[in-house]
């Protein structure tokens, strides 16, 4: 069933996959290059596995959904979050980003609600579009 209300939907960014690849990478190369790294190699390419498994968890579990008056981060998979922010009671939408982040198109996005309370969601896919929905929908 589609939602009508929903606005915009993101993810996190497959950056978060750069790291446990690297590794998985290495472990390969080790492997192929070196007959008394084997076992080692092994074992690194086990971490990777399991890294990259925790990784797509994370990323297939985590999203943000702006709708026409509120925005929802959901966040974990075993102990689901979610939390349920009204337009009306956001104050400031500020966003993170490193150079590399500025190229590939993602950051952190942090939603400061009145009273202060700050909800982050490091990673976003595109959060300078993120930011324009939630800014143009709270200015209606």
């Known amino acids: 069933m589609i939602d009508k209300d929903v606005v915009y939907f993101a993810r996190l960014h497959w950056i978060l ?3 446990p690849i690297v590794l998985a990478l290495f472990a390969i190369y ?8 084997k076992e080692v190699s092994i074992l690194f390419l086990f971490v990777a596995l399991i890294w990259m498994i925790m990784t797509w968890v994370t990323y297939h579990f985590s999203s943000l959904t702006i709708k026409n008056k509120q925005v929802i981060l959901r966040t974990g998979m075993l ?3 979610t939390v349920d922010i009204p337009l009306s009671k956001i104050e400031s939408i500020d966003i993170r980003q490193s150079v590399l982040g500025s190229i590939l198109r993602y950051g952190s996005l942090v939603i400061t609600g009145t ?3 700050r909800h ?3 990673f976003l896919d595109n959060p300078l579009t993120c930011r324009r929905y ?7």
């Open 79 to 81: 102990v689901r979050q």
């Open 30 to 37: 080790m492997g192929y290059s070196s007959m008394p790294l």
């Open 115 to 117: 009273g202060g309370t």
């Open 17 to 19: 996959f750069f790291w």
């Open 120 to 122: 982050i969601i490091n």
């Open 134 to 140: 939630i800014e143009q929908l709270m200015h209606e």
